[in-house]
Nanobody, 122 residues
């Protein structure tokens, strides 16, 4: 059974930081690209970040570039999202994603987590 379990969401003030974690199980973590997407109320799910299988390269959505950092620890099947300089417009449910060819499109996602809420107050 594939599981992606996110944690670390919560309420933070404008300009604050949060670190999300996603623990994976049930598939070969070290063979999958891992990523994060987010969805705000009334909006489509959007790409946030993706990291390669060994963690050597990453790509970010334009709205988070320079503020968010994605990383992974293959030894513990976990991917992280460090979020700094948070803004109210970052408020959304954040979803962990896995895919053998994961890119910016949600069509490239093989597995989804259940999501974790991030709320940034102004």
């Amino acid at each position: 059974q594939v599981l992606l379990v996110e944690s670390g969401g919560g309420l933070v003030q404008d300009g604050g930081s949060l670190k999300l974690s996603c623990k994976a199980s049930g598939f070969s973590f070290g063979s999958y690209y891992m990523g994060w997407f987010r969805q705000a109320p009334g909006k489509e799910r959007e790409f946030v970040a993706v990291i390669s299988v060994r963690g050597w390269s990453a790509d970010y959505g334009d709205s988070v570039k320079g503020r968010f950092t994605i990383s992974r620890e293959n030894a513990v099947s976990t991917v992280y999202l460090q979020m700094n300089s948070l803004k109210p417009e970052d408020t959304a449910v954040y979803y962990c994603a896995a895919g053998t060819a994961l890119q910016r499109s949600i069509a490239t996602v093989d597995y989804w987590g259940q999501g974790t809420q991030v709320t940034v107050s102004s």
